[in-house]
């Protein structure tokens, strides 16, 4: 348990994303324990087969992504501020960054 808690506070990993993925339908201390049977059967076949572990590869997640953009975006339309505002407080927000980096 402890691995599989230490394993789920890592910045972004394979197992940080299978916790992720489980708390919302299983809740936390199920997911944790799905989390630590993946690194216990991960530990039994690098010790089966003497091979470093190698973790999965990470994809992007656009889809996540895109759901998430939408739910910030139905937020602040929510506290009553337009597109266009948004878009204007955008723009100065990039112009204030510009205008500091050539400093």
Do not use: C
Not at 82 to 102: A, G, H, N
Request: hydrophobic content about 35%; cysteine-free; overall charge positive.
């Amino acid at each position: 348990m402890e691995s599989a808690w230490g394993a789920t506070r890592k910045k972004d990993g394979f197992l940080k994303r299978k916790y992720e993925s489980l708390v919302g339908r299983r809740g936390k201390k199920k997911a944790l324990v799905a989390v630590g049977h993946k690194i216990i059967v991960a530990a039994y076949f690098i010790i089966l087969n003497k091979e470093a572990y190698k973790e999965p590869e990470l994809h992007e997640r656009p889809r996540k992504k895109k759901k998430q953009a939408k739910n910030y975006l139905n937020r602040i339309n929510g506290l009553g501020i337009s597109d266009q505002q948004l878009k204007e407080l955008l723009e100065q927000r990039i112009q204030s960054r510009l205008f500091t980096e050539q400093q």
